[in-house]
Each structure stands twice: as structure tokens, then as C-alpha cells.
């Protein structure tokens, strides 16, 4: 049978790069459908995107055949190159190097999703570091402190 049963589900993070915060409004508005985009391009089912003016979250349902460093490498590069291009002003935006990713179960694509669009809202109360620590922390994932200012 040459066919693959999966369900993969993944929320990703990530940071412009030392944590500047130089995603406007007006690129912020482009940037997440755009961003859905590059996810459609490469087979995968966008579920929310949103973020801050230094920060994304992505939630996707992706193929089996799509590792996830290569997904998020397109989206990382393509999403930075459009910037470039549609933002002449903004030749100085870059994505920072890693991200956080975590898996997460059918069960919980709803909270996740929710938690995703209420960023705005969120980040009244925490700035973008102190909510990843948090992540990594509830989803057990071992980290040096020196590797995320």
C-alpha cells in the first residue's frame, strides 16, 4: 500500500532577528495571509497565523512528505524575501535563526488556534520572551537561557 495516514499538526514561533520590533501594522496585515501563502504553496493547511510587531506563530496541518525545518525555512526565507521587495524600507528585516515548534494533538487544535489569535491581547501582559519561555517550559523542552535574547 503505497500510501501515508498522518495527522500533523504544528504550531511554530519564531522572532525577527534580536527580537526587533519592526513588523507594523501595514506589513503585519500582508504579511500573515501572505505567510498562508507560501503554507498553501507547499501543500500544507494554514489554521492561524498571527503575531506581534517582533514575533510569529504559525498553526498548521502539514503533509508527511514536508519535514518541518524545510517548511519553515521556505516560510522563514520567502516571507523575508516578499518583505524586501514590497517594503523597500524595510531592507534591514531579517527572521532570527531558529524556532520553537511543538506538536500538537486534534484535541487541542482549537485552544491553540484561539491562543494564536488573541496574541495582541496576550502580549499586554507578557512580552514575546517571557511567552516563549513559557512554551518551552509547559511542552518540557530543554533550553539555555544565553541562546534566546
Known amino acids: 500500500m503505497p500510501s501515508s495516514w498522518t495527522q500533523n499538526i504544528y504550531h511554530a514561533v519564531f522572532s525577527t532577528k534580536h527580537r526587533l520590533p519592526i513588523i507594523t501594522t501595514e506589513i503585519e496585515e500582508r504579511l500573515h495571509p501572505f505567510t498562508g501563502g507560501i503554507l498553501k504553496d507547499l501543500k500544507c493547511t494554514p489554521v492561524a497565523i498571527n503575531g506581534t510587531a517582533d514575533h510569529i506563530h504559525l498553526l498548521t496541518i502539514f503533509p508527511s512528505d514536508l519535514a518541518i525545518s524545510d517548511m519553515l525555512r521556505h516560510v522563514k526565507k520567502r516571507s523575508s524575501e516578499w518583505i524586501h521587495r514590497t517594503f523597500e524600507h ?20 482549537d485552544d491553540v488556534a484561539e491562543y494564536i489569535r488573541r496574541q495582541k491581547e496576550h502580549h499586554e501582559k507578557f ?23
Open 90 to 109: 524595510r531592507n534591514d528585516f531579517a527572521w532570527q535563526e531558529g524556532y520553537g515548534g511543538f506538536t500538537v494533538s486534534k484535541s487541542a487544535i
Open 127 to 149: 512580552d514575546s520572551l517571557l511567552e516563549f519561555r513559557e512554551l518551552l517550559r509547559r511542552h518540557g523542552v530543554q533550553f539555555d537561557s544565553k541562546y534566546l535574547e
